[in-house]
């Protein structure tokens, strides 16, 4: 595979380096800095000429920073004459603007696909979009991965399966994913009828399904300000439930999120680790990360050698 290379921005290093560790290449070296005035400035340090390059980035807080560090690596390598460039972006932010909630909104989600083809990706991948429509604002391949096999594998190992087990969906929206968890632990199924009243708020109203005396797990794509998923917990208790966990991919965990978690009755948050967590998550003995490096360093293999990236999840 020499003429295979994996790079990364700033965002989450440590995710590239064992990506690049599973996939058997040396993350490739770059300089990423900034000018007195906050600019960005991006040096690809070695040739990558006729190469299949891969850049891998979680476009995760600060956001923003992020994603120009991601348009003007593209940029970069586009210029060094890279053969093709795939975008890896774990944790894809915007995802959640992906239509048009009142009038005269953007939709942000297709504002950064647009970004990103035009700043020189040729492919993206992505792993679990909050939806799965946002595969259709790109005009390249989209490669949407799946973290339910590996979270799902790795809950069985250590917690067990079985009737025990309730899977719970915060919402009607996430029926789907929750239903594939449950299939995966051969549990039965719950959802939350929630109504949300603003951005980043959220009021529970009602459970469907059964959780007296079971373990529930609350499965989701991504934890944020973790107001939808401690207000879940405190439902399921109510409805006589054991104990609760819960599972979210992306453990974006911004403002009170870990002091809602600290405060919560919740027993553990599973997450993985497409976004890298504070100090102050690490050490809030809550939080279980699993890593999604073999998934995405598998797929990086399949796509270079133009084999099939769906059959991963077969």
Do not use: W
């Amino acid at each position: 595979m020499e003429n295979l290379k994996i790079f990364s921005g700033n965002s989450n290093i440590e995710l590239a380096r064992k990506v690049a560790l599973e996939a058997g290449v040396a993350l490739g070296q770059s300089k990423i800095s900034s000018f007195a005035d906050g600019e960005i400035q991006v040096e690809i340090q070695e040739s990558v000429r006729g190469c299949h390059v891969f850049l891998i980035q979680s476009t995760c807080p600060p956001v923003n920073q992020n994603y120009m560090e991601l348009f003007i690596m593209l940029d970069a390598i586009k210029r060094a004459s890279a053969a093709h460039i795939t975008a890896v972006i774990p944790y894809f932010g915007y995802a959640r603007q992906d239509r048009k909630v009142a009038p005269r909104a953007p939709i942000s989600a297709k504002c950064m696909a647009d970004l990103l083809t035009s700043a020189g990706a040729d492919r993206v991948v992505c792993l679990d979009l909050h939806a799965a429509q946002i595969q259709g604002f790109f005009n390249v391949p989209v490669d949407h991965l799946f973290a339910i096999p590996t979270l799902a594998r790795t809950f069985r190992e250590k917690y067990g399966s079985g009737s025990d087990f309730v899977v719970v969906s915060p919402d009607a929206g996430g029926v789907e994913r929750a239903r594939a968890f449950a299939k995966r632990i051969d549990s039965t199924m719950a959802i939350i009828d929630k109504r949300r009243t603003s951005p980043n708020e959220a009021k529970a109203l009602n459970l469907i399904g059964e959780v007296k005396d079971k373990t529930a797990i609350i499965v989701d794509d991504m934890v944020d300000t973790a107001g939808t998923l401690t207000q879940g917990v405190d439902v399921i208790l109510k409805h006589g439930a054991k104990r609760v966990l819960a599972l979210g991919t992306h453990p974006v965990l911004s403002g009170p999120a870990i002091q809602r978690l600290t405060d919560s009755p919740i027993e553990k948050l599973i997450v993985s680790d497409t976004i890298p967590l504070t100090e102050t998550a690490k050490n809030s003995g809550k939080i279980e990360v699993i890593s999604m490096a073999p998934v995405l360093a598998e797929a990086i293999k399949r796509i270079y050698g133009n084999d099939s990236v769906s059959s991963l999840f077969d």
